[in-house]
């Protein structure tokens, strides 16, 4: 039984972001990647160079999560650790040479989500809805620890 609420902004957006995310699962099997995995690294690659700390908050998750996906995108050798020069503790994230080849691979993915998904729009109705999402992310605030301040978008953009 649907409610008043199910059609709401907030429930639209979560369902179609839960979707897209089942979705990306589905074409991931037989990846060696996880989605948590590609979406790191889709991070890394918009952040290079950004500290551990900093790509945690970005992602929203616990630094120690962060670190185990670290760890397992390091042993595939996407993703490499490098110290930061300004504090001895920390460490900054960058791609390795192997990167761009499984980047590549998770684009295919998300262009086929993001097909499917908007299938029956016509151009004018997408780009409507890419800059009304665009200026609401925006109106919400920007968090972000690149130097352009150029707000992450997530897997299936």
């Given at each position: 039984?649907?409610?008043?609420?199910?059609?709401?902004?907030?429930?639209?957006?979560?369902?179609?972001?839960?979707?897209?995310?089942?979705?990306?699962?589905?074409?991931?099997?037989?990846?060696?990647?996880?989605?948590?995995?590609?979406?790191?690294?889709?991070?890394?690659?918009?952040?290079?160079?950004?500290?551990?700390?900093?790509?945690?908050?970005?992602?929203?998750?616990?630094?120690?999560?962060?670190?185990?996906?670290?760890?397992?995108?390091?042993?595939?050798?996407?993703?490499?650790?490098?110290?930061?020069?300004?504090?001895?503790?920390?460490?900054?994230?960058?791609?390795?040479?192997?990167?761009p080849l499984q980047l590549r691979?998770?684009?295919?993915?998300?262009?086929?989500?993001?097909?499917?998904?908007?299938?029956?729009?016509?151009?004018?109705?997408?780009?409507?809805?890419?800059?009304?999402?665009?200026?609401?992310?925006?109106?919400?605030?920007?968090?972000?620890?690149?130097?352009?301040?150029?707000?992450?978008?997530?897997?299936?953009?």
């Amino acid at each position: 039984m649907q409610t008043e609420h199910d059609n709401s902004l907030g429930f639209l957006l979560a369902d179609v972001s839960r979707l897209m995310r089942a979705a990306f699962n589905e074409h991931l099997q037989g990846s060696s990647l996880t989605l948590a995995q590609a979406r790191a690294l889709i991070y890394v690659s918009r952040h290079e160079g950004c500290r551990q700390v900093e790509l945690a908050a970005l992602l929203e998750i616990q630094p120690i999560t962060l670190a185990r996906l670290l760890d397992q995108l390091a042993e595939q050798d996407l993703v490499e650790r490098r110290p930061d020069p300004a504090d001895r503790r920390a460490y900054r994230l960058f791609l390795t040479p192997a990167a761009p080849l499984q980047l590549r691979a998770i684009k295919q993915v998300t262009d086929l989500i993001c097909a499917d998904a908007l299938r029956d729009l016509d151009e004018q109705q997408i780009n409507t809805l890419m800059q009304a999402l665009n200026k609401m992310r925006n109106n919400l605030g920007i968090s972000d620890c690149s130097p352009d301040n150029t707000a992450p978008v997530a897997v299936g953009s």
